[in-house]
């Protein structure tokens, strides 16, 4: 799964970097991020029809990390729906028609994963402990986590209040490959950006962008960090340090 991820970059590099026209403006009041949590609010990157012309642009917006599904009863769902799994996102509803209609890209510097410790030869019980990975593009550049976006109507606010609309977002996720499934059996979506123009494209069928989700991953590399990214309350470029990993863990000597 993808739990946790950094965006810190400034506004202004993000609509360099994925092309958009239009920043919203509640995004810049939006601060960077080492340790971006479920309801959190986060970046997307949409294609929308612009407001007062009516042209689909690129926009940089912000939504809340979780998806709300339209028909839900209130919005405490979307903590349970901070990802969508790759292999089933056709035949869940909550998923099926963002996957057709509303997909986005969510820019990330990198994210996290926790690798467990190998159970015990001898059993017994008590916490596992994990060793914490960030997770980041091996070239240095921001990740284009796959996401799909949703609208939510809250019934107890009035026709006119700006605030009666939610938009959340989920990060889609596939099974790990490689070296880095040590760590953990599942990742997030990246996108190269080769693709974005397709996935974000509102003329793009729901089976094409499925089949846009199993392109090849980019090299990643995995930075053990502390167990301070643990706590939301943390946050900071120091979380992103790199500590001596734990003897059984990816990366360390004999792990």
Known sequence: MCGRYASFREDQALADEFAVAVVADDVRLLPPSWNVAPTDGVRIVVERA????????????????????????????????????VETL??????????????????ADGYYEWQAAPPPATGGKGRTPKQPFFLSPADGSVAALAGLYEFWRDPSKDDDDPARWLVSATVVT??????????????????????????????????????????????????????????????????????????????????
Request: hydrophobic share 45%; proline share 12%; charged share 20%.
């Open 50 to 85: 612009d407001q007062a012309t009516g042209e689909i642009t690129r926009q940089l917006r912000v939504a809340r990390w979780g998806l709300v599904p339209s028909w839900a009863k209130d919005p405490s769902v979307g903590a349970r729906m901070i990802n969508a799994r």
């Open 90 to 107: 056709a035949q869940k509803p909550a998923f099926a028609r963002p996957l057709a209609t509303r997909r986005a890209l969510l820019p």
């Open 174 to 255: 596939r099974a790990a490959t490689g070296p880095l499934a040590a760590i953990h059996d599942r990742r997030p979506v990246l996108l190269p950006h080769d693709v974005h123009d397709a996935w974000l494209d509102p003329a793009t069928g729901a089976d094409a962008a499925r089949a846009i989700l199993d392109v090849p991953p980019p090299a990643l590399v995995a930075t053990p960090v502390s167990t301070r990214v643990n706590a939301v309350a943390n946050d900071g470029p120091e979380l992103l340090d790199r500590v001596e990993p734990a003897p059984w863990a990816y990366g360390a000597a004999g792990g």
